[in-house]
């Protein structure tokens, strides 16, 4: 069965330091992986996903099929990046359901 | 264009009783997906529905079930709510039917509480 596993449950940085979130996964077929981020307040939305292979916010990507990988990083965080990040993964084969991480918490200190 | 909405926001049930849960997809949307998202953890698939037939299910039990409208808004019921229902549930809706995958948007979520 797939599952989507993130290690960290909180990231605490300081503004202009990088910032990494990682994420493994285990699925059988051809993987689509997806970030996702939630600000506080606000509703789940999504950030970025694999095959675009574009960056947003200044946060890239990048699936590693070899380590079962697709950490979220950033250069340089910001105060506004502080928020809950799911890591996301689609599963073709079942109705396109995605299955979720448990989450990291991104607290970006002044 | 207005997004996905939810209702209720908030509701409070006791064990044994029943729950509906009602949303209403984006413009344009055919496809709804529900998930429960427990405190402290990610969302987890309940099921999916385009065009008002169910087609993915995670695994939950019967008395999870659901409806989608013909304008596309869904409804989720919970029977014999037990005290682990207590939840934020989530929405999502999107274009489906096609590839490439299209963006689901997610509702506000409705947050219920068994005692």
């Known amino acids: 069965a797939q599952r989507v596993t993130q290690p960290e449950k909180l990231l605490s940085v300081f503004k202009g330091a990088p910032v990494e979130l990682k994420c493994n996964y285990s699925?059988?077929?051809?993987?689509?992986l997806f970030w996702y981020v939630q600000y506080s307040r606000q509703r789940l939305q999504l950030l970025l996903r694999?095959?675009s292979r574009e960056s947003i916010k200044g946060f890239t990507a990048d699936l590693n099929k070899g380590e079962t990988s697709f950490h979220l990083k950033k250069p340089f965080a910001q105060e506004e990046d502080s928020a809950m990040y799911y890591c996301?993964?689609?599963?073709?084969?079942?109705?396109?359901?995605?299955?979720f991480g448990g989450g990291t918490r991104v607290l970006v200190k002044p | 264009e207005t997004g996905v909405t939810q209702s209720p926001t908030h509701l409070i049930k006791t064990r044994g009783q029943q729950v509906t849960l009602r949303c209403s997809s984006q413009?344009?949307?055919?496809?709804v997906s529900w998930y429960q998202q427990a405190l402290g953890q990610g969302p987890q698939f309940i099921f999916q529905?385009?065009?008002?037939?169910?087609?993915g299910r995670g695994n939950f039990p019967p008395r999870f079930s659901g409806l989608q409208f013909p304008n596309y808004s869904s409804e989720l019921n919970v029977n014999a709510l037990e005290l682990d229902d207590s939840a934020l549930y989530l929405c999502?809706?999107?274009?489906?039917?096609?590839?490439?995958?299209?963006?689901?948007?997610f509702g506000p979520g409705t947050r219920l509480t068994v005692l």
């Open positions: 999502a809706s999107r274009e489906g039917g096609k590839e490439p995958y299209n963006e689901q948007f």
């Open positions: 996301a993964l689609r599963d073709k084969a079942a109705g396109n359901k995605l299955t």
């Open positions: 529905y385009y065009r008002e037939e169910e087609n």
């Open positions: 413009s344009g949307h055919n496809t």
């Open positions: 694999h095959i």
């Open positions: 699925y059988s077929g051809s993987p689509e």
